[in-house]
């Protein structure tokens, strides 16, 4: 399985964007995917994840903010991200796992995608 994020840029804060994460393969077999971010010199952070039932968790900095969501028919995922503040500036990672939450929690998920960078500033 591979995946492919997209959706990165640059915008102001109060800014929104869309990370998509497509795979290459059917998602219906996963059991959760998450998304990641990573700023610089910092530990790579789950911002948030959804089971193939919907279920959703996100962490505490983005909640209220971004919204996490799946369309097995289109094998995507994506991280739609409102009222962007300069602390979410970060390269952004999608992941995902068969085995279950934890290696999702922990950031051992099996598959990765590469990077998106997003970039909020004025």
């Known amino acids: 399985v591979q995946l492919q994020a997209s959706g990165g840029g640059s915008v102001q804060p109060g800014g929104s964007l869309r990370l998509s994460c497509a795979a290459t393969?059917?998602?219906?077999?996963?059991?959760?995917m998450g998304w990641y971010r990573q700023a610089p010199g910092q530990q790579r952070d789950l911002v948030a994840s959804?089971?193939?039932?919907?279920?959703?968790t996100y962490s505490d900095s983005v909640k209220g903010r971004f919204t996490i969501s799946r369309d097995d028919q289109k094998n995507t995922v994506s991280l739609e991200m409102n009222n962007l503040k300069s602390e979410d500036t970060a390269v952004y990672y999608c992941?995902?796992?068969?085995?279950?939450?934890?290696?999702?929690?922990?950031?051992?998920?099996?598959?990765w995608g590469q990077g998106t960078q997003v970039t909020v500033s004025s």
């Open positions: 992941a995902a796992d068969i085995r279950g939450p934890e290696p999702i929690q922990s950031g051992k998920a099996d598959y």
């Open positions: 393969d059917t998602m219906i077999s996963m059991k959760i």
């Open positions: 959804i089971t193939p039932d919907g279920t959703t």
